[in-house]
């Protein structure tokens, strides 16, 4: 006879914030840029807005569930929370740094005019 998957009666606080995030992305929908026309730089801008806001989304939830994996590990599992949380705010400030700033920088050099 194979398993059951229990359900839990009431979620954890790391599915609420599983499905805070969908729900946070879900309303989060980027800028429609016509396939009619080239973009310009407030469509280059308002893209990069989105995909700092879909960043800061996925990094809060990664950090929720670092913060329930530590609370649910074994004292002695080796797992440090402030360098993983630490790792998680590095990168994810890279990634928003460098997608964010190319995108950012190349609407600033459609307004000025500079290719």
């Known amino acids: 006879m194979p ?3 229990r359900v839990p009666i009431m979620p954890c606080d790391v599915q609420r ?37 879909v960043i800061e989304t996925v990094k809060r939830y990664l950090g929720r569930v670092i913060e329930d994996t530590c609370d649910s590990a074994m004292i002695d599992s080796g797992l440090n929370r402030v360098e993983l949380l630490k790792s998680v705010d590095d990168t994810f400030g890279y990634f928003d740094d460098e997608i964010t700033g190319m995108i950012r920088t190349a609407a600033e050099r459609m307004e000025s005019g500079v290719n």
Request: with cysteine; hydrophobic share 40%.
């Open 3 to 5: 398993c059951r998957r």
């Open 17 to 53: 914030a599983h499905a805070q995030m969908i729900d946070a992305l879900t309303n989060e929908l980027p800028h429609f840029i016509s396939v009619y026309n080239s973009a310009e730089s407030v469509d280059l801008k308002e893209r990069a807005e989105h995909i700092a806001k």
